[in-house]
């Protein structure tokens, strides 16, 4: 449990730090989002396959036990980074960040209506509470763009669905461990992607080197994250581990607030007094939202 939720936070942090780098690598190439899709998956395929033979296992499953699902976890992920990079042209990261709060509500209801689950009706309060604090965090600011709210929540639906499948996918290498099956799981994923992105990297118009070195940080903060968020939802499930990561509205604005005091404003805009409040309530909502959870799963 506890090392679930450590990956999860860790999961969280390195999501909301590669989100600013996103922001400043398309702001540097005239919002190049697809050639920071291509580069930045290129970049974490050529990680993987480095990362992939170190925790090869003994005895590899069938094929057809978790081909489907490697799938659908690589392609629901990539259109889903696809829209977040649409959206991220039209909203700063730390106000995109918690909006992506939705995704605990939609993976909720998918996971009742399709996949037979249940919850208790405090749980279904903690994933309420997680859900009004995204919100209280994406509404302390300017009203976000429609354009960025539609991508937002396209790409909300593509990580549920890539969520679901990473599920299942770690269920055949059970066997080799908790952080051995993440690695090596999320690694055939991101060989997947980088693959994928090769055809669309020639497609694209010239690409400049100087893209790749500045998408490599964006591309390392990433992967980590992913390495650690397959790990979390192995430790904890689906559910419980979106909660954890919700934590990253929160931990995004703090990078902000960071990032705005150092004076990038053109990254992070400054806030008021009352948005500072707004957000200190949210973080009090999330973190209830998180004791009630855990409080309720280990009662059942």
């Known amino acids: ?44 395929g ?101 354009k960025a709210v539609g991508f937002t929540m396209m790409t909300c639906l593509g990580y549920c669905l890539s969520d679901l499948s990473i599920i299942e996918l770690l269920k055949p290498f059970e066997s080799m461990g908790l952080v051995p099956s993440a690695i090596f799981t999320a690694s055939l994923c991101y060989i997947i992607c980088g693959i994928i992105s090769i055809p669309l990297y020639f497609f694209l118009p010239k690409t400049p080197m100087v893209m790749f070195k500045d998408a490599i940080p964006f591309s390392l903060l990433w992967f980590t994250a992913m390495l650690c968020l397959f790990g979390c939802f192995g430790a904890i499930g689906v559910i419980f581990g979106n909660i954890i990561q919700s934590t990253r509205g929160i931990i995004s604005v703090v990078i902000a607030a960071f990032v705005a005091m150092a004076g990038l404003i053109s990254l992070e805009s400054k806030v008021s007094t009352f948005v500072l409040v707004k957000r200190i309530f949210a973080a009090v909502l999330m973190s209830t939202a998180i004791a009630i959870f855990h409080l309720q799963r280990n009662a059942n």
């Not at 398309?26 to 899709?37: A, E, G, I, M």
């Not at 405090?122 to 009203?143: E, H, K």
């Open 1 to 44: 449990m506890l090392l679930g939720v450590t990956l999860g936070f860790a999961a969280a942090t390195s999501n909301s730090a590669a989100y600013l780098f996103s922001r400043a690598f398309l702001q540097k190439h005239n919002n190049s989002y697809f050639h920071l899709l291509a580069v930045s998956h290129m970049i974490m």
């Open 46 to 146: 050529v990680l993987a396959l480095i990362v992939t033979p170190f925790f090869w296992p003994e005895t590899m499953p069938s094929f057809a036990s978790y081909a489907p699902f490697m799938a659908g976890a690589s392609l629901f992920y990539y259109g889903a980074q696809a829209c977040l990079f649409l959206a991220l042209r039209n909203i700063e990261a730390s106000r995109l960040s918690p909006l992506l709060g939705s995704k605990i509500i939609m993976i909720a209801l998918i996971s009742v209506i399709f996949l037979d689950k249940s919850f208790t009706g405090l749980q279904w309060v903690a994933i309420f509470l997680t859900f009004i604090a995204a919100m209280l965090l994406t509404g302390a600011g300017p009203r976000p763009p429609f």
